[in-house]
């Protein structure tokens, strides 16, 4: 049977409450992660401040990457919360799985198995590069650097990139996460079946879960490469 979100409405407007209960749950995981490891912090750092710094510095690698020096207090913050974000959100749905039967209605998955939410982020990481361009440059400045250079007939075709920054970024991450849940309910399914094809499942299903988490991983660590690639192009200007 097919899998069904759980749905409620407000309003007249229907929401869906698999991905708005996931999504809260992982904001709360985000903070809840950041506010234990951050308690007491000691000039020597140990056990758990140990691993937020560890995070934080690799999510400043990220940033100094792509943006001068001076400029990577600015943008690390933001990196940080999107790499966070990302990360808690495609790792939940290799958890757990809850389902109410008969209805097979889903109440436990990755938020970023969901293209909304995928394309939602890239949406708002495609708004704060061209924010972050008008913020530094100017309307005007922001306007010729980003569309009508090294030549203004480009300027359709800028346009057109921006749409597909969005599509590219967004189905890029929903894709992957997508595909290793359905192939995780599909190893599960196979192990209920029978108990030798249980046996038989069991370690493929540890095997998945442990490339499935690397796999979120790396999709983290993209998606907070590409919006400091984006904000980068937007906020340095380009020499003709």
Not at 29 to 49: A, D, H, M, S, W
Not at 56 to 75: P, Q
Not at 176 to 190: D, H, K, P, R
Not at 218 to 238: C, G, R
Request: contains cysteine; neutral net charge; aromatic residues 12%.
């Amino acid at each position: 049977m097919e899998e069904k979100s759980w749905l409620f409405t407000i309003g007249g407007l229907t929401f869906d409450g698999t991905v708005v209960s996931m999504t809260i749950l992982t904001c709360l995981i985000v903070f809840g992660l950041v506010y234990f490891c951050t308690r007491n912090l000691k000039l020597k750092p140990t056990g758990k401040q140990n691993v937020m710094e560890a995070l934080v510095d690799f999510v400043r690698g990220i940033v100094g990457d792509n943006v001068e020096k001076n400029e990577v207090k600015e943008y690390h913050l933001l990196a940080f919360t999107f790499f966070m974000f990302v990360l808690v959100s495609n790792t939940l749905g290799l958890i757990t799985k809850v389902t109410l039967f008969p209805s097979d209605i889903s109440l436990w998955k990755s938020p970023t198995a969901d293209p909304t939410v995928t394309l939602t982020l890239a949406f708002i990481a495609i708004i704060l590069a061209n924010y972050y361009g008008v913020k530094k440059q100017g309307v005007k400045g922001y306007f010729v650097n980003s569309y009508m250079k090294p030549v203004g007939f480009l300027l359709p075709i800028k346009l057109i990139e921006e749409f597909t920054n969005v599509l590219t970024l967004g189905l890029r991450l929903y894709g992957n996460i997508f595909a290793g849940e359905v192939l995780l309910s599909l190893i599960a399914g196979l192990g209920s079946s029978s108990p030798t094809k249980f046996i038989l499942a069991l370690p493929l299903e540890v095997i998945w879960q442990a490339f499935s988490l690397f796999i979120g991983g790396i999709q983290a660590f993209i998606f907070a490469t590409l919006l400091m690639v984006y904000i980068s192009h937007k906020v340095e200007v380009e020499e003709v």
